[in-house]
């Protein structure tokens, strides 16, 4: 986080340090010191103060009960402890977000009558929401987002009659959405977005104002919601809905979004009311017959996007006097006949994509003056470009008037411009326009759609309804590999051909800019394939991260600074475009705080590439056995320290690497994740290349377990690579080839996995390469088991981690590997009980 962040939360905890107190047994200052430091905030003993003095405390009139407490972003981790907040028996507001919470304690359920507002986003809970949540009679605020409860949605939620703003965001429940939800009268406000939501659209909410079930599997038909009379905001995008759009939306609607769905109809009527309307996306679905008639209504909107459906061959539509709009795409939307000259009266427009269409005649001036992004590629346009079009390209973040029959002089341009932009066009000079008036252009690194800018300031509009969103800001730093612009450097007709040591793979498209990139949590940004190979510099060697299983991972910077790993599949997959899709946004809505999020995917032909979100201090490999990111030689490197400059990778000491507990840390979290794949997923999930390499560090040194879920996707081409596993970590089983076909989805392939990744954590051993002289063993795991079977398992300790924490607790986690890499997978633990084991021993750092 932010050094101006952090600064104030330790404000906040020296103002706690100097008010606490030796607080009287069974007060709520007793109860709240004991939860603060129970929850890792090591308090010291001070002189005596009222418990209403506490920073984040608010009490009553008396003075003496406690109705509020605000602690979020203090860095409380761990399980809510037993007999402690539960106990303010008079709370009316709790505020634990932005923590590292992982499990709630069960008095938590007994504040019930009292608490109004309970805010626990942003943490990392791993849990089924119980139905006695319902004990909340009187709450009024609840916001359990960004964490990873599972299961279902309880119906107790249906009790909730006083509730106003319900935020489920962003966690992995699945099922039904409870019918009774509806009976909360109160609700205003409800977001259930990103998780794994399924069955038919619940109706009949009466006084919502923002409705969110954006990027779940909600099916079936959408009911009429004439009823909605109060809502301004109405996002379900990203879901399997589909027939009609039907219904009588009001004057208050702002924002409506029901793109990537399977919607065919569009019935609102002559009554839809547009007069509000600020942002309407219906993009990405089948939708048939004619545009809407009544846009001349919308004299507010700001963003229209009606891409990519299947609308019948049309005229432009009449949209001249939308003089707010900022953007519009009606890419893949069967126009025809002329570009309309009144369009350039939308003197506020910013982005205009008409491409893939089949527009003919000239093209007209687009004099807009705020416009920056244009493409009019792949049409029937004919004729000179305008000479004061011209003079506007230079100041333009990007254009493309390729694949069509212009005429048009290249002379100032380079050779990758007028391929990139004019593909198609004729090169025919002298040019009617003076060609001096086109200086040298460089395309600037910006995001290629501004519909996110839009987005937020919609958000701003609604504020007063959405405030139960909370942003937690990260800071970015800059990489030192150069990244090529695509539309300057690289030829626009494929197919793309790319070749790592080990792999060769190949991009079967003709036109970049045509392959879309799906990014889950931000569906406005429209990414193509042409950006993956700007952010890559067209996927040089220099951007590669590593090689695996399923092919070679890259580095790069999207447009808007976003930062990603790109894993390339490059074996190939027999399943459908649909089916990849689909399986792939499965994998996105796993979320969990040891799991490295999938953020979205490109399907460029055959070939099938995963977006990550990049984890900027690199694996436990290059942690543990190898030169840290970034660093070339030996001469480069402190063998205490990571600088800081080196691809932002954070510094890291001999009191963070080389400790007890930071190693157990380790460990903790990808067992953590390991458990939740197998055991809070449906279907579950089986890693099956658990090592080194696939565990990242994230931005805060926290483990985050890769690439999981992947072997759906590449199909049954590389079931004898993954069935062989990784050289190191495979178990016995595998080697067996009578064994190896039905033991190839066992979670004891995990398990054992995980026991050779541990038992590189305390020894400091590589699993193969490193010199095993014991009785001449080959590997890690027959060097370690043996002495461990022998009582000798100090002697496999990492010498610099020995005097850092308790020996018995290395070896007792010497002893767990041992049971995880048993001969028999039978014998082995469950991923569960390894995360029991672990959490028993806390380790202490010597003094």
């Not at 009588?248 to 009311?273: E, R």
Request: aromatic fraction near 8%; glycine fraction near 8%; include cysteine.
């Amino acid at each position: 986080m932010g050094s101006g962040y952090l600064a104030s939360s330790i404000f906040l905890l020296l103002l706690l340090f100097k008010c606490l107190a030796f607080q009287q047994p069974n007060t709520d200052g007793f109860f709240l010191s004991d939860f603060l430091e129970k929850m890792g905030a090591k308090l010291p003993s001070v002189t005596s103060s009222s418990v209403c003095s506490w920073s984040g405390v608010s009490c009553d009139s008396t003075g003496v009960d406690v109705i509020g407490f605000a602690a979020s972003g203090l860095g409380l981790s761990g399980s809510i402890p037993e007999n402690t907040i539960g106990k303010l028996n008079k709370l009316q507001a709790l505020d634990l977000s932005m923590n590292h919470i992982t499990k709630l304690s069960s008095d938590l359920w007994g504040l019930g009558s009292s608490l109004k507002n309970l805010n626990l986003s942003m943490n990392r809970i791993q849990d089924s929401l119980l139905n006695n949540i319902g004990n909340f009679g009187n709450l009024e605020i609840l916001d359990l987002s960004q964490n990873g409860f599972f299961g279902e949605i309880p119906a107790g939620i249906s009790s909730m009659s006083n509730l106003r703003l319900l935020n489920l965001s962003r966690n992995a429940f699945e099922g039904k959405i409870p019918e009774g939800i509806t009976d909360c009268k109160s609700l205003v406000a409800l977001d259930l977005s990103v998780n794994k939501l399924s069955g038919s659209f619940p109706s009949a909410f009466k006084n919502l104002s923002f409705l969110d079930l954006s990027s779940n599997q909600i099916q079936g038909a959408m009911p009429d919601l004439s009823g909605l009379e109060s809502i301004t905001y109405l996002n379900v995008s990203g879901n399997l809905l589909q027939d009609s759009i039907t219904g009588v939306f009001h004057a208050a609607l702002k924002v409506l979004d029901l793109s990537n769905n399977q919607f065919s109809q569009i019935k609102l009527g002559s009554s839809f009311n547009l007069s509000s309307l600020v942002y309407l996306d219906i993009s990405r679905n089948h939708l048939n017959g004619q545009f809407l008639s009544n846009f001349g209504q919308a004299s507010l909107l700001k963003h229209l996007n009606l891409a990519k459906n299947r609308f019948s061959h049309q005229k432009f539509p009449q949209i001249h006097d939308l003089h707010m709009l900022e953007y519009l795409n009606l890419s893949e939307t069967s126009l025809t006949g002329n570009i309309p000259t009144k369009i350039s009266q939308l003197v506020g427009l910013k982005t205009l994509d008409l491409s893939h269409n089949q527009l003919s005649g000239k093209v007209p001036q687009f004099m807009m003056v705020k416009l920056t992004i244009l493409d009019i590629s792949s049409n029937n346009l004919s004729g000179e470009i305008p000479s004061p079009l011209l003079e506007k390209l230079p100041h333009m973040e990007m254009f493309n008037f390729s694949n069509n029959n212009l005429t048009f002089c290249a002379k100032k341009f380079s050779l990758q411009r007028f391929n990139s932009s004019f593909m198609g066009s004729q090169n025919s000079c002298p040019l009617a326009a003076n060609p001096d008036i086109i200086p040298s252009i460089k395309v600037k690194h910006k995001g290629l759609k501004l519909a996110l800018a839009i987005a937020l300031s919609v958000t701003f509009v609604l504020v007063g309804i959405v405030f139960l969103y909370f942003a937690c800001r990260k800071s970015t730093r800059s990489w030192a590999v150069k990244q090529l612009s695509y539309k300057e450097e690289q030829n626009v007709e494929g197919p793309y051909s790319f070749r790592t040591d080990s792999t060769a793979w190949v991009a079967d498209v003709r036109v970049a800019t045509s392959v879309p990139v799906v990014m889950f949590e931000k569906p406005l940004l429209n990414f193509t394939f042409a950006d993956l190979l700007a952010a890559t510099g067209n996927f040089d060697r220099g951007t590669l991260l590593s090689e695996g299983s399923f092919g070679p991972v890259y580095r790069g910077i999207l447009p808007g600074g976003i930062q990603v790993a790109m894993k390339v599949l490059a074996h190939g997959s027999a399943l459908t475009d649909q089916d990849v899709a689909r399986e792939l946004e499965r994998l996105g809505r796993i979320k969990h705080p040891n799991l490295v999020p999938l953020t979205g995917y490109c399907l460029a032909g055959d070939q099938r590439i995963a977006l990550y979100e990049y984890m900027e201090n690199g694996n436990l490999q290059n942690l543990l056995h190898d030169l840290p990111l970034g660093v070339q030689t030996t001469e480069d490197w402190s063998t205490d320290t990571w600088e800081n400059e080196t691809n932002g990778v954070q510094n890291i000491t001999t009191e963070g690497v080389t400790t007890w507990r930071f190693r157990h840390r380790i460990a903790l979290g990808i067992a953590r994740a390991l458990a939740f794949l197998h055991h809070g997923c449906f279907p579950q999930v089986v890693h099956r290349d658990v090592k080194a390499s696939n565990i990242y560090l994230d931005s805060s040194l926290e483990p985050r377990l890769s690439h999981f879920g992947l072997e759906k996707v590449v199909g049954n081409d590389l079931d004898d690579e993954l069935t062989t596993g990784s050289p190191g970590y495979i178990p016995p089983e595998l080697s067996d080839p009578e064994k190896a076909s039905s033991s190839a989805g066992s979670p004891k392939i995990d398990v054992f996995g995980f026991g050779v990744v541990l038992f590189e954590l305390i020894t400091g051993r590589k699993p193969l390469g490193d010199q095993y002289p014991e009785e001449k063993k080959t590997n890690l795991v027959d060097w370690a088991r043996a002495l461990v079977k022998k009582n000798q398992s100090s002697l496999a300790i990492d010498p610099k981690i020995r005097e850092t924490g308790s020996e018995k607790q290395m070896e007792e986690a010497l002893r767990i590997a041992y049971l995880c890499t048993a001969d028999l997978p039978s014998k082995r633990p469950s991923m569960q009980q390894i995360v029991g084991l672990l959490k028993d021993m806390e380790p202490v750092a010597k003094d």
